[in-house]
């Protein structure tokens, strides 16, 4: 079946940079849209963006200008850059594919200032 793998995450600080990806297998990511989502303590898990199977994307107002989602159709992935992160995005992410509702296991960003 669907499955999806995040990884990526760390230790950042302010004025630096992260890329976080996600390897899916049982589909592909010309077929399917992908999101990501996060998780911060103590907060319910909220969408960050998304991609469609189209190219279309969605940003969640507070990262906009600052995170680009991509995918890679060869390789079956796709990616989140963070530029100029902040605190507020400390978070466990995971990326999420609705049309199965699959869940990868999460990989956790903290952010340093």
């Known amino acids: 079946e669907v499955q999806l793998q995040a990884s990526g995450g760390g230790l950042v600080q302010t004025g630096g940079s992260l890329r976080l990806s996600c390897v899916a297998s049982g589909f592909n990511f010309d077929d399917y849209a992908i999101g990501w989502f996060r998780q911060a303590p103590g907060k319910e898990r909220e969408v960050v963006s998304c991609?469609?199977?189209?190219?279309?994307?969605f940003y969640d107002d507070s990262v906009k200008g600052r995170f680009t989602i991509s995918s890679d159709s060869a390789k079956n992935m796709a990616h989140l850059q963070m530029n100029s992160p902040k605190p507020e995005d400390t978070a466990v992410y995971y990326c999420?594919?609705?049309?199965?509702?699959?869940w990868g296991q999460g990989t956790l960003v903290t952010v340093s200032s």
């Open positions: 999420h594919e609705p049309r199965s509702g699959s």
């Open positions: 991609i469609s199977d189209d190219g279309a994307t």
